[in-house]
């Protein structure tokens, strides 16, 4: 590996190893670049197929906020300027892998497009919260996600208020097995 490729790898440990989940932010709005930055994360997300099996919901309208509020029973999202609701569109992944995309792959896509977006987030010096915790009728009701697409969390975004301590981590070890379990 050489000296350049070395210090990019480092920096995305960085990156990884230091993104927190902050749930208290700044009364500050986040621009409209930052939101595409976000997005742009998310759309770059390795998916099956590519079929690129997830939508986005931008949210900034205070009155949809508290509604997603109350949706998730988490008082602290309201105080986020924007949120993004990121869905798996379980019916274009269905498509081509049947019953496996629809109930497995898309859920995958869209995991992986909130990590890009949550490490984005972090890179641009914003905060976020995986939010996965709310109940889906009522937020596909509010939002008007048509039968199909599923949301999968909600990321409420913003200035951070706070700088978390880093959580503890079992080592790899407890983790890691070789060729069997």
């Known amino acids: 590996m050489s000296s350049k490729e070395m210090v990019k790898a480092l920096n995305i440990f960085d990156v990884i190893k230091s993104r927190r989940s902050v749930r208290k932010f700044k009364d500050k709005d986040v621009s409209d670049e930052a939101v595409d930055k976000i997005i742009e ?4 997300a390795p998916s099956a197929g590519n079929l690129q099996s ?6 900034r309208d205070k009155e949809v906020i508290d509604e997603l509020v109350d949706a998730a029973g988490q008082s602290f999202i309201s105080d986020a300027p924007v949120i993004i609701v990121v869905c798996a569109n379980m019916e274009r992944s269905s498509q081509k892998y049947g019953d496996r995309g629809y109930n497995l792959y898309s859920i995958q896509d869209a995991s992986a497009a909130i990590q890009n977006m949550l490490l984005t987030v972090h890179a641009l010096n914003l905060s976020s919260c ?10 596909s009701d509010i939002l008007g996600i048509p039968s199909g697409v599923r949301p999968v969390a909600m990321l409420p975004i913003g200035h951070p208020d ?20």
């Open 41 to 44: 994360a998310g759309v770059w």
């Open 54 to 59: 997830r939508d986005y919901i931008i949210v």
């Open 130 to 139: 995986w939010i996965g915790a709310f109940n889906e009728t009522q937020v």
């Open 162 to 181: 706070v700088e978390p301590n880093p959580p503890k981590r079992d080592s790899m070890e407890k983790f890691v097995h070789s060729e069997k379990w």
